[in-house]
């Protein structure tokens, strides 16, 4: 069959690796056709993931500030939500002016965006399937894959009840339910927790691990297990949603404990609804990747090398389905340089640590190792930590429940790691992300003056308790 389209560079998904890509390919003179599923562009991300959430964040932020404010002097009255008009500005205001900024920036560079399913038929070619059932075939030199994740839906679940909902659905905000059951307190099922609570739902957490915010070290999930206890919040650790039963008073869900042999700490319960986040899966196994010869390992990740190439030269993967993390600030550096490669330059992956950040209330953010990891793995590490409660600024916005720690290799003194809890902790650790690229040692870090007051002290401030030249922390 002739080819109905042909362009130099084909992009697979609009995510943020994909428009990325995209983009980079088209300003460095490839002609570049961009294919996505969906009539919206930015993948996960933009639509049903990071920027929806932190706009319900940012709500969910004021109604906790405000009901502490009395503290100080300053009184509201309970705060009346109205449920439409913050949907309409997380979609319209938040959502739609991004996601219609990139089809501008896409015209601007003629960038050609492509509307529906594509899959190989061979090396060099795809068919697109449009809404309408019609195909069409595209044929390219280059392609990039970037087809993104999608969550996991637990198969003991009933998927066809609307209130047994996925992140996508949480987001949605169709109604504030009476009672939520989030199973999965990583980032995404706490970020919602924190949404749901705050709007006055009455919010039961359930997790498999013995800890909150699997990843990050314990003592920095402390803070935020304490706030979301006094807001509420009820959390069972080491605990297994079994089996689920959906029924006319609500879903209900019976409980094991991750411990063979022992009672689960809660046997069962019924909720409104129930928001599965137990992790999302690749979505490289849907594409018929196998017709250009591309690799896709049996749960749905392709592998690529350092320059983001698969194991056929000419086709790159990026994004979340190469692997973890599954973060969009990853996907946007992995999009350019595989844009960049395959537009001739010489590069390779070069980034030595990815932040993580839950945008929770304290926000927890890491980089690097942890502590847990360094002495799970025998490094010889020595640790700077430096308590919120000693911040002139924490104190002053009444948030003193932070800390920042640092993590040093013991022999060079060099930053390998950090870890903040705390208001803001996600603007913090980009510092760090540098500080270990750098490779600073505690000196350059607790000897660069930072503002006074900011929370961006405590940084210094760690550092300096690591070397010693802090000792009574004032
Ligand atoms: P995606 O964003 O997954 O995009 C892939 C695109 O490909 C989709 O638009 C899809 O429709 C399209 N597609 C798939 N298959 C095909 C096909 N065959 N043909 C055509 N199109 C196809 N990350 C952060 O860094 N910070 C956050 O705060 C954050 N918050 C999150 C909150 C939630 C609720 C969720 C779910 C995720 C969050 N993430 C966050 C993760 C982030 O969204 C992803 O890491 C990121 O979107 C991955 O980008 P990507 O380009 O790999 O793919």
């Known amino acids: 069959r002739q080819a109905d389209i042909e362009c130099r560079m084909v992009v697979i998904g609009s995510g943020p690796g994909g428009?990325?890509?995209?983009?980079?390919?088209?300003?460095l003179g490839l002609d570049t056709v961009l294919v996505e599923r969906y009539p919206s562009l930015g993948g996960v991300?933009?639509?049903?993931?990071?920027?929806p959430s932190k706009a319900l964040l940012h709500a969910a932020a004021l109604i906790e500030e405000t009901a502490h404010s009395a503290e100080i002097g300053i009184s509201f009255g309970k705060p009346k939500i109205d449920i439409d008009t913050l949907r309409t500005f997380k979609q319209e205001k938040v959502v739609d002016r991004l996601t219609g900024g990139l089809a501008g920036m896409a015209k601007q560079r003629k960038v050609r965006v492509v509307q529906g399913v594509a899959r190989f038929l061979s090396p060099n070619e795809l068919e697109i399937a449009g809404e309408d059932g019609k195909t069409q075939v595209l044929r390219f030199e280059h392609c990039i894959i970037a087809a993104g994740s999608q969550a996991v839906k637990l198969p003991n679940f009933p998927w066809d009840d609307p209130r047994v909902m996925d992140s996508t659905d949480a987001l949605e905000l169709a109604e504030v339910p009476k009672s939520l059951l989030v199973v999965g307190g990583g980032i995404i099922g706490l970020e919602m927790a924190t949404v749901y609570r705050a709007l006055g739902a009455e919010v039961t957490v359930v997790e498999f691990m013995d800890q909150l915010m699997p990843g990050a070290d314990?003592?920095?999930?402390?803070?935020?297990a304490d706030r979301l206890k006094k807001q509420g919040v009820t959390v069972h650790l080491k605990?297994?949603?079994?089996?689920?039963?959906?029924?006319?008073?609500?879903?209900?869900?019976?409980?094991?404990?991750?411990?063979?042999?022992?009672?689960?700490?809660?046997?069962?319960?019924?909720?409104d609804r129930v928001l599965v986040a137990v992790g999302r899966a690749p979505n490289g196994g849907k594409l018929d990747a196998g017709n250009a010869g591309v690799q896709v390992t049996e749960r749905g990740f392709i592998p690529v090398d350092r320059q983001m190439r698969t194991n056929v030269p000419h086709i790159f993967a990026i994004g979340d389905l190469v692997g973890q993390p599954m973060l969009a600030h990853k996907a946007t550096h992995e999009g350019k340089l595989a844009a960049e490669v395959a537009a001739g330059e010489k590069k390779e992956w070069v980034a030595r640590v990815i932040p993580s950040v839950a945008y929770t209330d304290p926000e927890i953010a890491w980089v690097g190792v942890t502590e847990t990891e360094a002495r799970a793995k025998g490094l010889k590490v020595g640790v700077g930590k430096f308590p919120w409660a000693a911040s002139g600024r924490a104190i002053g916005i009444g948030r003193t429940e932070g800390s920042t720690k640092l993590i040093f290799d013991e022999a060079s003194h060099r930053i390998i790691g950090a870890g903040i809890v705390g208001v803001h902790a996600?603007?913090?650790?980009?510092?760090?992300?540098?500080?270990i690229e750098m490779g600073c040692e505690a000196a350059d870090i607790g000897h660069t003056i930072h503002p006074h007051p900011t929370l961006s002290e405590s940084v210094a401030m760690a550092a300096e308790v690591y070397e010693g030249t802090i000792t009574d922390l004032y």
């Open 45 to 51: 991300c933009l639509n049903v993931g990071c920027i």
């Open 426 to 435: 996600g603007d913090l650790i980009a510092e760090l992300a540098l500080a």
């Open 19 to 27: 428009y990325t890509a995209a983009f980079r390919a088209a300003d």
């Open 239 to 271: 605990t297994k949603a079994a089996k689920v039963e959906a029924g006319k008073k609500g879903i209900t869900v019976h409980f094991e404990s991750a411990d063979e042999g022992q009672q689960p700490a809660l046997a069962s319960g019924t909720w």
């Open 218 to 224: 314990k003592d920095l999930v402390k803070p935020l």
